[in-house]
């Protein structure tokens, strides 16, 4: 069986996705890139804000286009989506074969298998996780599924219930499975990676033992946290990022927002004071961190002064890096239920505002870097330009497609996936430009 796979949303999402496809490889599929050329397509669908949604609808559609049309036999949609409004779209979608919510998963193969598709359906050999991008040299790890937290603008927990964590062991032999497919990079991702364990009884691990573990059975070079609330961060947890080498000096903390009230009527479990507090103290213990973090503006209520006081804060604080999204009001939610009084045009305006408030104070912190010497994990050769820029990278201060990016030049004969030993010799906004120490790359 030929597999097309149309893979939306977020990181975590990107892992159920090769998680998946990794199933019906074992069931002899073969993944093509080409959707048309497939006897399958399966779309991974997004919920979480208006605009993801129609993206997969119109996922959806394309792929069903290419059944009637062409080669394609069957559609198969999973996902958020799906997960919140499967009869409705069982309804109105008839041209899609299957819909699958995450309980039901279970089921794919053995209905591939029942409608011919998949001619055995028992596995040849174990499912691993196939790769979907162009560079494996960059993988994300899930540790743990679904949400406590309760955010009044959330989703979520509605598609994706309630927290639960991951075995430790399997997420060790996971790593593992990555590191042997080239990963160099791993990406810790959870709806909060401090939630880690909860779930799994006072004795059972928590994110120290994992990340203790991860580093003790692994090679991997970098391992990098993303979505970490700032509870989360223990004294325990702050002392292995300030110890291990391997563990990149980078955080991504969601605060939403800074204004108190608005902190509260989100449903939010922090407020400004100790977020400050909690900035100021990794700070302390770890120098050169690199915190990135979310906003929404235009939340229903946002008055001027307090979208005021979120200016303030971040100008205070000073995140290295820091996403504004706009307020989508997402049915079954709270905040649903709040009236929508910010206009959108409003909302785009601030959104602008902080976005350049932020671009210059990204330039400024990102500026102490300049002058040191750091490694570039290459993600990509090029053709030399004018500067001489051979390959573009990260340095550890720059998560993956996220941030910006880091410009080497004379950097050998490195390839993707290798680092490189570079000077940072200036930054523009979100990038770096950095020259080769010398023309060999480590591996």
């Not at 998946?20 to 080409?34: I, N």
């Not at 213990?285 to 939340?299: K, Q, S």
Request: charged share 30%; hydrophobic share 40%; with cysteine.
């Amino acid at each position: 069986m030929k597999l097309g796979v149309v893979s939306l949303g977020c990181d975590k999402a990107t892992v159920d996705s090769e998680r998946l496809v990794g199933e019906l490889v074992g069931h002899g599929a073969r993944v093509v890139p080409e959707l048309a050329t497939a006897d399958v397509v399966l779309v991974n669908t997004c919920g979480f804000i208006d605009a993801a949604k129609r993206e997969s609808v119109e996922a959806m559609l394309e792929a069903a286009r290419l059944k009637r049309d062409g080669h394609v036999k069957a559609v198969v949609a999973v996902g958020c989506l799906v997960q919140r409004y499967q009869q409705q779209l069982r309804d109105e979608m008839p041209e899609v074969d299957l819909f699958l919510g995450f309980s039901d998963l279970h089921k794919l193969a053995p209905e591939l298998a029942a409608r011919g598709l998949i001619a055995d359906p028992l596995a040849h050999h174990p499912g691993v996780r196939q790769y979907l991008g162009d560079g494996p040299h960059v993988r994300y790890l899930k540790i743990s599924e679904g949400c406590d937290h309760g955010c009044a603008f959330c989703a979520i927990p509605l598609m994706r219930g309630r927290h639960r964590s991951e075995p430790l062991a399997r997420l060790v032999r996971e790593a593992q499975q990555l590191e042997a497919q080239g990963a160099k990079e791993i990406n810790l991702v959870a709806q909060d990676l401090g939630h880690y364990g909860r779930d799994l009884g006072r004795e059972g691990p928590k994110l120290p033992d994992l990340l203790e573990a991860l580093l003790r059975e692994t090679a991997v070079p970098w391992y990098r946290l993303l979505y970490v609330y700032s509870a989360g961060l223990t004294e325990q947890v702050v002392a292995l990022l300030a110890r291990e080498r391997r563990l990149v000096p980078y955080l991504d903390i969601p605060i939403q927002h800074a204004a108190d009230g608005m902190l509260a009527r989100m449903r939010r479990p922090e407020r400004r004071d100790t977020i400050r507090a909690r900035i100021r103290g990794l700070r302390e213990a770890m120098p050169d961190l690199a915190i990135r973090t979310t906003t929404i503006v235009g939340f229903p209520g946002e008055t001027d002064e307090d979208f005021r006081v979120l200016c303030d804060f971040a100008a205070e604080v000073q995140f290295e890096r820091l996403g504004v999204f706009t307020y989508s009001e997402q049915e079954g939610t709270r905040a649903a239920g709040y009236p929508d009084d910010v206009p959108d045009d409003v909302k785009r305006a601030r959104q602008d505002e902080l976005m350049e408030l932020q671009r210059a104070i990204t330039e400024e912190r990102l500026g102490r870097f300049v002058g040191r010497a750091t490694d570039v994990l290459v993600d990509q050769v090029t053709d030399p330009d004018a500067d001489g820029t051979t390959h573009v990278g990260r340095v550890p201060w720059q998560a993956d497609d996220v941030d910006g990016v880091t410009f080497v030049a004379r950097g050998g004969w490195a390839r993707p996936g290798d680092f490189v030993r570079v000077r940072l010799e200036g930054n523009a906004d979100y990038d770096f430009r950095a020259v080769a120490l010398d023309d060999a790359a480590r591996r």
